[in-house]
């Protein structure tokens, strides 16, 4: 070949140029497919968009020999429906698979509840019924499953006490939006999950206002001690509709979140709460109930699982029976309580190798943050005067991050000495969106006497 001859792209053999076409996304493959014919003709290869339908919409070979259709009308197939999802949809998609397939094995009855997804023209309904835009990842989600069917257990997770019962349903969008609010207070919330006990649901905030960002999900509390019953605090829970769920996901398919009786519990299991004294080792998880919380009057309620185990190559001669706990108590103001008892939630149980006892206990305080260690006093079956101490690990409860209404903000920084204010928590509009915050030393002092009556209480049952 002569020093000037020119290199032509009909020339070059297929395969580097797959190669090299198979590192392209959709876009510049199509932007590629106008240069040349023979760009054009390769460009419809299709190994190069079975790769790109599998990575954007997940879909298998059955999926395609069931439609029909090459990869690549495919891949346009669901562009056309899905393509504004797109940043959102596979991340979502796999979220939702994830959960299907742990729940088939873990709590299928749960699969069954599922709604089939809801269709672009039902959404936009929905948008017009409400007079708000939804959010395009909650939208994605909603296309993949339209929530469940009002039923028990919900999906959303569950939580259990002696007296109190909790079971939360992701709602479908339908029934979401004949509980969207306007009042005061909760103006253009949507919610997103219901129990039928406590009647609590978790919210998305539609628009940025009354001391909300914009698309952030909470739990509502009202101020007990305001005169406005529009001052309604927040317990933050996502600060997306996408990052709500798909960390829930994560925490029940990695485990987090233990299945007890064929329901998901939203118990929390810090790394290192583990501790093990001798052939019995002890581990706790905790959860924070917002529906039996509240900041103003400062009480946040906690619940907590214990797991005790004794190993099963212990000896015989080791088996022992539970006589007394012992708990010290320290809150985030660093004030100390002790606590101590005979047995646990009324019952001295008997460890034998191979044996697990688990139970839960409850408690409240008046800090959002605190922990609790301590110790179980056990004595040897065999020989009664032989006492000992399992160790209990040091456990930390924290309430989620929470935010005080707008009237409530506004009304303090009226009484404020200073006249320059604090940006850190407004958007570049200006819009107010009332500080996230730990309790003031002051609030401290705003008990009320129904709160000293459950902290009695919670004291009682503190095992």
């Not at 959303?156 to 349903?169: A, I, K």
Request: glycine share 6%; net charge negative.
């Amino acid at each position: 070949m002569s020093a000037n001859a020119e290199l032509r792209m009909d020339q070059l053999p297929s395969d580097p140029l797959l190669h090299i076409l198979s590192f392209l996304s959709f876009r510049d493959l199509i932007h590629c497919s106008f240069v040349s014919r023979r760009l054009w003709d390769l460009s419809k290869h299709n190994p190069l968009w079975r790769t790109l339908c599998c990575k954007h919409w997940l879909l298998t070979e059955a999926d395609r020999l069931q439609s029909g259709a090459s990869w690549r009308c495919l891949f346009r197939q669901y562009y056309v429906d899905l393509g504004r999802y797109l940043q959102y949809y596979p991340v979502l998609k796999r979220a939702w698979e994830q959960l299907k397939d742990f729940l088939q094995q873990r709590c299928p009855r749960m699969i069954a509840s599922l709604k089939e997804g809801a269709t672009e023209v039902e959404l936009d309904d929905i948008e017009v019924q409400i007079g708000c835009r939804l959010p395009d990842d909650y939208r994605c989600s909603y296309r993949i499953h339209n929530g469940q069917k009002l039923v028990i257990p919900g999906l959303m997770g569950s939580m259990s006490l002696s007296n109190h019962y909790r079971s939360e349903v992701l709602l479908d969008v339908e029934t979401a939006a004949g509980g969207f609010q306007q009042r005061k207070g909760m103006r253009r919330c949507l919610p997103l999950t219901f129990c039928f006990h406590t009647g609590l649901s978790q919210y998305m905030a539609l628009e940025p206002a009354e001391g909300r960002r914009v698309y952030e999900s909470f739990y509502p509390c009202p101020d007990q001690t305001a005169q406005d019953p529009s001052a309604i605090d927040m317990f933050i829970t996502g600060s997306s509709f996408f990052q709500w769920f798909t960390s829930y996901v994560h925490n029940v398919v990695t485990g987090e979140y233990p299945i007890i009786r064929d329901q998901i519990f939203r118990y929390m299991h810090e790394d290192g709460c583990v501790e093990t004294t001798g052939d019995i080792t002890v581990s706790v998880s905790t959860s924070f109930l917002p529906e039996l919380s509240s900041v103003h009057p400062p009480h946040f309620f906690f619940t907590y699982r214990i797991r005790i185990e004794m190993s099963d190559a212990a000896s015989p001669e080791a088996s022992c029976q539970l006589d007394s706990r012992y708990w010290k108590i320290t809150t985030s103001d660093g004030n100390v309580e002790e606590v101590q008892g005979p047995g646990v939630v009324g019952e001295f149980p008997v460890m034998t190798p191979g044996k697990v006892h688990e139970y839960a206990s409850c408690t409240t305080f008046s800090t959002p943050t605190e922990y609790m260690e301590g110790h179980y006093t056990f004595h040897r079956l065999a020989n009664k005067e032989e006492v000992f101490h399992v160790a209990i690990p040091r456990f930390h409860m924290i309430c989620p991050p929470f935010r005080e209404p707008l009237v409530r903000t506004k009304v303090a920084e009226s009484y404020a000495s200073r006249f320059d204010r604090d940006d850190e928590f407004c958007d570049e509009d200006g819009d107010d969106f009332g500080d996230p915050r730990g309790i003031k030393k002051a609030d401290l002092r705003e008990t009320s006497s129904s709160w000293k009556r459950d902290r009695q209480y919670a004291k009682s049952q503190n095992d």
